[in-house]
């Protein structure tokens, strides 16, 4: 009966230890949509996570540790969103430029301040790997089955389809979401037909 008790008592402690955690990470995250990083202080944290500061620096250490994980995370979350519903170029472009909406202004904080920040560089370099990833998956049928051919196709889906684009017609030029829809499916479409025409 003590084992029992005692494994009950464990369980809840742990429970109530990830629940901590995740409210420390959503307040990270929450905070990182509305300041840059030099502007968020560990308090700051603390304070929006409703915990003690002590409690932030015993279960990460540091605000880049905070920051980091959660990042990290939120980008895992941002590739479950893309999955596109038909294989065919349109529909992968919809998920993405949807994905593209809703992260924008986090997305662009991010990579405002990479340079001066190694721990967002970390997570940068990580999501770009999953980008080139979900393109490769996203257009398998359109690519090379190997070799450099297949790497600068890649690339240059890579090119046509990154946030810097999104954020060039859907920001500075004032397009509609539409139509910056059709012009990544244009760039993207004359890529494989490029590589048709060969």
């Known amino acids: 009966m003590k084992s029992a008790r005692r494994s009950y008592r464990q369980g809840a402690r742990a429970h109530a230890a990830e629940q901590t955690r995740e409210r420390i990470l959503d307040a990270a995250v929450a905070l990182f949509w509305e300041r840059d990083p030099d502007d968020i202080t560990l308090d700051d944290l603390a304070a929006y996570a409703d915990v003690t500061l002590q409690t932030v620096l015993r279960k990460f250490g540091s605000k880049d540790a905070v920051f ?3 990042l ?3 980008s895992g ?3 479950e ?3 596109p519903p038909a294989p065919d170029p349109k529909s992968a472009i919809a998920v993405l430029v949807a994905s593209y909406e809703q992260i924008a202004d986090w997305n662009w904080r991010v990579l405002r301040h990479e340079t001066a920040q190694p721990m967002l560089r970390k997570v940068l370099a990580a999501a770009r790997v999953q980008h080139r990833a979900w393109i490769e998956s996203s257009f398998a049928s359109a690519l090379p089955a190997r070799g450099r051919a297949r790497e600068r196709m890649i690339d240059a889906l890579f090119t046509a389809l990154d946030f810097y684009v999104w954020k060039l017609h859907r920001r500075d030029l004032g397009r509609s979401r539409e139509d910056t829809e059709d012009l990544m499916l244009g760039l993207v479409e004359a890529i494989i037909r490029a590589r048709s025409d060969r």
């Open 72 to 74: 990290e995370e939120r």
């Open 81 to 83: 969103t893309r999955e």
């Open 77 to 79: 979350t941002v590739m």
């Open 68 to 70: 980091s994980a959660a």
